[in-house]
């Protein structure tokens, strides 16, 4: 037969007439999506992600089976089809729950691939463990150490008991390894970058830098590098030999060198950095203490002065006395901790909300009470004044009201509820902010105003982490040091700026308060149900009298242990599911269509192959390859409408034979059939 000629995309096409639109679309270099087209075996024209649409007629077509007419007008990329493929990739998504990113990845701000490195320490290797985690995380000595645990608190082991302790296998791989362990360094590119602020935000952005081949120069205001790391943090929950320690890794690499007291705006101009360096990463932090807004808040020390005093054994030495902090963050926290360690044995928090809104860690409010430190709630101060030596903090009761911006329920006065309280000190932990010198474009917040997609300030400057957030936590300012630094290696590779985004789509079963036990997949059937490893303090009365760490890092054979308790979440083929893949190219929502999901389960009883069926899209590949090319009959589609599902014949288990085949595995779009572990 002569071949057809038709249009395609304004084009004249001369195409075989037993030649799908799909297929010849391809041979001209254009291409269509599709979930449900595969070449081995006939056509199932189920998913509609191909369609196009017939410009003569106004009609969509499935172009994985519909075959081209004689001056045919084929529309296959103008917006509106684009917009047809989106809706039928929201239509498939939203039957489909599969985790694409476990939980804890997705919670932890440096979206660090939990599984991964505690599988590696699972396995008892934790050098690959630590390089994994370096992967994402600059300082896990530190973040091992002071990290508030996002990722535990998502992760799905907290519906049947507690969380897998996460953090400790950053801790203790970055223990075991991290001296020894030297990344695999491309030479310099020639290209260097002036970073203002030694703290997590600015050696992050340094170190993906030089992973890069990128040189940095790292200015400090303070007498050594840091940041809040060492000035913030007391030594009993970081060990500034651990943290020397860690730094001292960073000019080993070549192409990071640090530069202490200089300060932007005062040694330090935006001029000489703009005429020395190809980019320049501003990461100044937050170290300007907030206003207790009360008369006379002159008289009380600010919380971070007062840490930066003890960092710098600046500190008398003596007992402070009887202490009062106002406050309910974790600075509050660490100062109440180290009144107590000066000696103090009178030492109180004054907070205005209830213990329900304080923002300090869980932990660190346990660990505070622990140490005798009493809690006084619904309380804000009024004014401060001094009498007789002593200092007198008039407070006020409060009650809540309505919530405010932060989702957090307003604290309003009680009148005639005022009372004193008498001090030695009165320190002020209310918050900080960003002290910006000038010359830098700043928002009403006080924080530096960058875009918020580019981190983007002007010319060839960006800035990053605390001083763009507002006081944040470390792991929070190495992924702001990590997402500047891809945005400066874009600009010196492709000269342009421009957002780049991690992690666009996830498909998410839901957050583990929603779900119940059934409802989690088990890729193994040796998931451990042990209690979690604990964290063996110090003596009670030790940790009040010294500053000593207080708890040791937990053993290798125990973290082995603990790592059999994770469930692993994520999707196993998440790095090839063509889904996801399609999704994030037609920017397709998995929300977009709300409605309840049928709890089709999964089917786990192969020893090597699981099938969740949460996964399924329908398209009935698997059936057919099974078929078709394999020539069995083991899978079939079950059910109409709605409640279709693939299934087994009488539900019975895959046959041990499939693991020598695995055909319809490796056909699955989606990864709804897949083997347990990947080779």
């Not at 509609?48 to 296959?76: H, M, N, W």
């Not at 006379?296 to 710098?312: M, R, S, T, W």
């Not at 053993?555 to 603990?562: A, D, G, L, V, Y």
């Amino acid at each position: 037969m002569s071949n057809i000629k038709f249009i395609l995309d304004g084009k004249e096409i001369s195409a075989e007439p037993n030649k799908t639109i799909v297929n010849i679309a391809a041979e001209n270099g254009i291409h269509i999506p599709t979930l449900c087209h595969n070449e081995k075996v006939s056509r199932t024209t189920s998913c509609f992600v191909c369609v196009v649409k017939d410009a003569k007629t106004g009609r969509f077509l499935p172009s994985c089976s519909a075959y081209p007419a004689p001056g045919q007008e084929i529309d296959a990329s103008s917006d509106e089809v684009k917009d047809m493929r989106k809706t039928a990739l929201e239509l498939l998504l939203s039957e489909h729950a599969g985790d694409c990113e476990a939980p804890c990845t997705m919670a932890c701000p440096a979206h660090a691939p939990v599984e991964e490195y505690v599988r590696a320490g699972r396995e008892g290797d934790f050098l690959e463990s630590l390089k994994i985690i370096k992967g994402r995380i600059t300082l896990p000595m530190s973040i091992g150490r002071v990290c508030p645990r996002f990722c535990e608190k998502d992760c799905r082991k907290n519906l049947s008991s507690k969380a897998v302790a996460i953090n400790d296998f950053k801790r203790l791989a970055a223990d075991m390894y991290y001296d020894e362990y030297m990344e695999d360094l491309p030479p310099l590119n020639g290209k260097k970058v002036g970073i203002v602020g030694a703290g997590p935000a600015g050696i992050s952005t340094a170190y993906f830098l030089r992973l890069n081949g990128i040189e940095s120069v790292i200015y400090e205001q303070m007498p050594k590098p840091g940041g809040m790391l060492r000035y913030g943090i007391p030594e009993y929950r970081l060990p500034k030999a651990i943290l020397d320690r860690e730094l001292a890794h960073f000019p080993k690499m070549g192409g990071i060198k640090f530069e202490c007291n200089r300060k932007l705006g005062a040694n330090l101009s935006m001029e000489e950095l703009k005429k020395d360096f190809d980019a320049i990463a501003v990461t100044i932090g937050c170290w300007q203490p907030s206003s207790m807004r009360c008369e006379g808040e002159e008289l009380a020390v600010q919380g971070i002065d007062f840490l930066q005093k003890i960092a710098l054994d600046d500190w008398s030495g003596d007992n402070p006395g009887k202490v009062i902090v106002v406050g309910g963050g974790n600075t509050a926290m660490d100062c109440l901790r180290t009144s107590v360690r000066l000696g103090s044995d009178d030492v109180s928090c004054f907070y205005r909300r209830t213990e329900n809104e304080m923002p300090a860690e869980e932990i660190e409010i346990e660990e505070t009470k622990e140490e005798g430190v009493k809690f006084n709630f619904l309380t804000a101060p009024v004014k401060l004044r001094k009498e007789n030596g002593k200092l007198i903090l008039t407070c006020q009761r409060m009650e809540l009201g309505e919530a405010d911006a932060s989702g957090r329920r307003r604290p309003v006065p009680l009148e005639g509820s005022e009372y004193d309280s008498e001090a030695d000190v009165v320190i002020a932990a209310i918050g900080q902010k960003t002290d910006a010198p000038g010359g830098v474009r700043t928002n009403r917040w006080g924080g530096i105003d960058v875009n918020e997609d580019t981190y983007h300030l002007e010319e060839n400057v960006f800035a990053a982490g605390d001083c763009v957030t507002g006081a944040a936590t470390v792991v929070e300012g190495v992924a702001g040091g990590h997402k500047i630094a891809q945005k400066i290696i874009k600009l010196f590779s492709h000269g342009i700026i421009e957002p780049c985004p991690e992690f666009t789509f996830n498909v998410s079963r839901g957050h583990w308060r929603s779900l119940e036990k059934d409802d989690l997949v088990y890729l193994k059937e040796d998931v451990s149900e042990k209690d979690r490893a604990p964290m063996n303090f110090i003596p009670l009365e030790e940790r009040k009298t010294t500053f000593k760490e207080v708890a040791p890092t937990i053993p290798e054979c125990e973290i082995i242990e603990e790592g059999k308790r994770c469930i692993e979440c994520s999707c196993t083929a998440k790095g090839e599911c063509k889904l996801k893949e399609f999704s994030e190219e037609y920017l397709a929502a998995p929300d977009a269509i709300k409605g309840e999901r049928l709890k089709n389960g999964y089917d786990n009883r192969h020893p090597q192959i699981i099938q969740d069926r949460m996964k399924c899209i329908k398209c009935g590949i698997c059936v057919k390859i099974c078929k078709e090319v394999v020539n069995e009959n083991l899978l079939s589609l079950k059910q109409r409408g709605f409640s279709t599902k693939v299934e087994t014949a009488f539900g019975k288990v895959l046959p041990l034979s499939c693991k020598e085949c695995g055909a319809c595995i490796k056909e699955c779009p989606v990864g709804a059939l897949d083997w347990k572990i990947k080779e």
